[in-house]
């Protein structure tokens, strides 16, 4: 099984550059419970890239 088996998981590092964050910033937000949702596999902290998105447009500000 390799990363082909899930297009749609995202490492952390991976998850940070997508959103545009340093990889300090997710884990400060999941120590703080306010980022986007995860998986945790034992040590291994994977992201949906649907969670990504919802997580983004949650936090889209536009002109009032």
Known sequence: ???TDFPNLCSEKEA???VGVSRS???RWRK???GPEFFR???IIRYRK????CFI???TKTAA
């Open 50 to 53: 649907e969670a990504l998105d």
């Open 32 to 34: 703080k419970s306010i």
């Open 57 to 59: 447009k949650q936090y």
């Open 1 to 3: 099984m390799d990363k």
């Open 16 to 18: 940070a550059q997508y």
């Open 41 to 43: 596999f034992g040590d």
């Open 25 to 27: 910033t997710f884990r």
